[in-house]
């Protein structure tokens, strides 16, 4: 099993930035892709960012340009640098895991953009 603990979400202004941050625990195998997906209130959750070991990252067109994931596969994290949000990149933002048959999300972390 694989656990996933999101953080740095909150509140910031439009056109302010917020770094997400994701730790991965358990049984991690070494191809994987992770990544991020966003729901926002009444909304279905959508892709923003994934990246697989060892492979170029993959963003949703709303935040390409603004988002940029990267990751650190010694220590099983993976990150999403947000600049110049806007109010709709509002939502709780869900961390993920993919390895063949294993798969894991986040608890979840809340990110408000206020206008």
């Known amino acids: 099993q694989v656990q996933l603990v999101e953080s740095g979400g909150g509140m910031v202004q439009a056109g302010g930035s917020l770094r997400l941050s994701c730790a991965a625990s358990g049984t991690i195998l070494s191809a994987n892709t992770m990544g991020w997906y966003r729901q926002a209130p009444g909304k279905q959750r959508e892709l923003v960012a994934v990246i697989p070991s060892g492979g170029s990252a993959i963003y949703a067109e709303p935040v390409k340009g603004r988002f940029t994931i990267s990751r650190d596969s010694a220590k099983n994290m993976v990150y999403l640098q947000m600049n110049n949000l806007k109010p709709e990149d509002t939502a709780v933002y869900y961390c993920?895991?993919?390895?063949?048959?294993?798969?894991?999300w986040g608890q979840g972390t809340q990110v408000t953009i206020a206008s």
């Open positions: 993920t895991y993919l390895s063949g048959f294993q798969s894991a």
